[in-house]
């Protein structure tokens, strides 16, 4: 995807491992930045849960920005029960109907959210190292088979 900026998984508000393509125009994408990313991630998704019933959400449009979310649960080696796991993709919002390029997105992030989880549950979280690996994986799994943008 062309216009990604940036893609990375939360976890308790908390940015574990992104991949940035390309830097934002607003300013530098400095650590708190990404903390304040990770829990905004986390804080919304929670609000349209409980707001909406259980149903989650897929993207948000904010100006020329489109975040958009895969949600998936995991367990951790510190927790006995399952907890939310985020995919964000934060792209360009270059059309007024966004759901073309949501879909793509989505499309790719299940399978590698799905890697994620199948790699890293059971494990402590609260170990960051050991996710930049994955790091590798976020980048060459949106840059292969690079289409034209919808």
């Keep these: 995807m062309k216009s990604l900026y940036d893609v990375g998984i939360v976890f308790r508000g908390f940015v574990i491992v992104n991949h940035i393509f390309r830097e934002l125009t607003i300013g530098d994408d400095s650590e708190s930045k990404r903390d304040l990313r990770g829990a905004f991630i986390s804080a919304i998704s929670s609000f349209a849960e409980s707001a909406f019933i259980n149903n989650h959400l897929e993207y948000l449009e904010s100006g020329n920005y489109l975040f958009i979310f895969k949600m998936s649960e995991v367990k951790s080696s510190d927790s006995n029960l399952s907890e939310t796991i985020i995919l964000y993709g934060l792209t360009e919002k270059k059309k007024k109907n966004p759901d073309k390029k949501v879909k793509k997105f989505l ?5 590698i959210l799905e890697s994620f989880i199948q790699r890293y549950k059971g494990k402590d979280f609260t170990y ?3 996710f930049e690996d994955f790091q590798g994986d976020l980048k060459e799994y949106f840059i292969k088979k690079q289409e034209p943008v919808i």
Excluded: T
């Design 107 to 111: 499309g790719k992030a299940e399978i």
């Design 128 to 130: 960051l190292d050991q």
